[in-house]
């Protein structure tokens, strides 16, 4: 996950060229510190062990879920277009199919989620 997460944000980064300076200062700013958040908190939770994971790996689920809902609204403020909003939003649940197994397989194995 923390190599999509990377991937992903790759993808995102280069995006900065292309859109207003305007957005590039509001809302494409916001979801850059999202997914840079979302990147240390995976590597956080991977270096954690037992009871520890539990608010990280919880944090980490709600980071994606608001990345997932601020980049459908750059798509219908129109700042990206709709292929492009369909390549992130693909990867985002990758990402997000990824995070809650992580968590599955935690909670089948400790019992504490």
């Known amino acids: 996950m923390i190599y999509h997460l990377f991937e992903f944000y790759k993808k995102f980064y280069r995006l900065r060229t292309k859109i207003s300076k305007q ?3 509001g809302i494409y700013s916001k979801l850059d510190a999202l997914i840079l958040d979302a990147i240390a908190l995976a590597i956080k939770a991977r270096f954690q062990t ?8 919880k944090d980490l689920r709600t980071n994606i879920e608001i990345l997932k809902r601020m980049v ?6 129109d700042i990206i277009g709709l292929s492009l909003y369909q390549a992130f939003e693909e990867e ?4 997000s199919k990824e995070t809650n197994g992580w968590i599955g397989s935690f909670q ?3 019992r504490l989620l």
Do not use: A, S
């Open 50 to 57: 037992g009871i520890e994971k539990v608010p990280t790996l």
């Open 108 to 110: 089948k194995n400790n």
């Open 23 to 25: 957005d590039r200062h």
């Open 72 to 77: 459908r609204l750059m798509q219908e403020l």
């Open 92 to 95: 985002l649940q990758e990402i």
